[in-house]
């Protein structure tokens, strides 16, 4: 059996896995309900304990975001939610903590590879993978290995391609990053701010794909904007990588069916550089528990 963690900016998640990648089970508690008191570590250590109970666990695998040494293990900065565990040796230290063999890795890659192995992206020769949530993952896996480039950050920060050199200041340093208009994180701030009150603490995009389904012109608008930053993007990574698959995940997944269509048609039409069609737009099949599934059957 494997064990997954995903440390994700809101949410860590946690599940138990066979060997075909099936959930044996799976939970997932809020960051900040584990980070409120005592070590977080320790916290980390205590909530995969109650997760993987007597399950005999084979090899076990930690996702976080940021960017983690493939050969230490070590996450090495992070401008996020990971910074608390950052300069720690991860792999070492959750090894030595359960007794079985655990590979540390990237969120987005980790969510790259679960896809590839048990999801959207199998068969794939040349996968991108696209996370809209917290920020905007994004990994490849080229002919069945995930893509690390010369260094850690090889295709992770595909968030980070600046769409409009006039855009708003990202905290990494550029401008106009595709992070500040399509993750979900952007999106819901927008969305409040245009349609709904800025006192809204609930995730308003539910409601706002319904008005959207309704024909609110308003939230139309808005919805065609997303559509195209978001296909700005993704037709710069097809440019960037040359995929045969592109999968998108995140929350924002769940509607889906008014996403694809728009933003498939947008994308070929812009994506010159590849034979029309050839690029398939899909939506994550693992969802929520891609990351950790995949994190859980990286081998070293
Ligand atoms: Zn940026």
Not at 9 to 31: P, W
Not at 68 to 74: E, M, R
Not at 188 to 209: G, Y
Request: proline share 3%; glycine share 12%.
């Amino acid at each position: 059996m494997r064990f997954g963690m995903d440390f994700g900016g809101t949410n860590v998640k946690a599940g138990v896995f066979d060997e075909n990648g099936s959930i044996l089970n799976f939970t997932e508690k809020k960051l900040s309900d584990l980070a409120a008191s005592g070590n977080l570590l320790d916290n980390l250590v205590k909530y995969a304990q109650l997760v993987i109970g007597d399950c005999k666990i084979d090899l076990g695998g930690f996702a976080i975001k940021g960017l983690i040494n493939s050969d230490t293990g070590v996450l090495e900065n992070d401008i996020g939610a990971g910074q608390m565990l950052a300069g720690i040796n991860l792999k070492q230290f959750f090894s030595e903590q359960f007794g079985f063999p655990f590979q540390v890795a990237n969120d987005a890659r980790a969510y790259a590879w679960g896809e590839y192995k048990f999801g959207a992206g199998q068969g794939s020769k040349a996968l991108v993978c696209m996370t809209l949530g917290t920020g905007f993952g994004c990994s490849l896996v080229v002919d069945g290995k995930l893509y690390f480039g010369s260094d850690s950050s090889g295709g992770l920060l595909g968030g980070h391609i600046s769409i409009d050199k006039n855009g708003p200041d990202c905290p990494c340093g550029n401008k106009g990053c595709l992070e500040l208009y399509c993750s979900a994180t952007a999106l819901n701030a927008k969305v409040k701010k245009l349609h709904f009150s800025m006192n809204e603490t609930e995730d308003v995009l539910p409601k706002f794909f319904d008005s959207v389904k309704l024909g609110n012109e308003n939230c139309m608008t808005t919805f065609d904007e997303f559509i195209n930053d978001l296909s700005i993007g993704i037709v710069n990574a097809i440019h960037a990588y040359g995929p045969d698959v592109v999968v998108l995940g995140g929350g924002v997944m769940n509607s889906a069916d008014i996403i694809l269509p728009p933003l498939t048609e947008l994308v070929h039409k812009r994506a010159w550089t590849v034979p029309k069609n050839k690029v398939k737009i899909k939506k994550s099949l693992l969802g929520n528990n891609a990351a950790a599934i995949g994190v859980a059957f990286l081998e070293s």
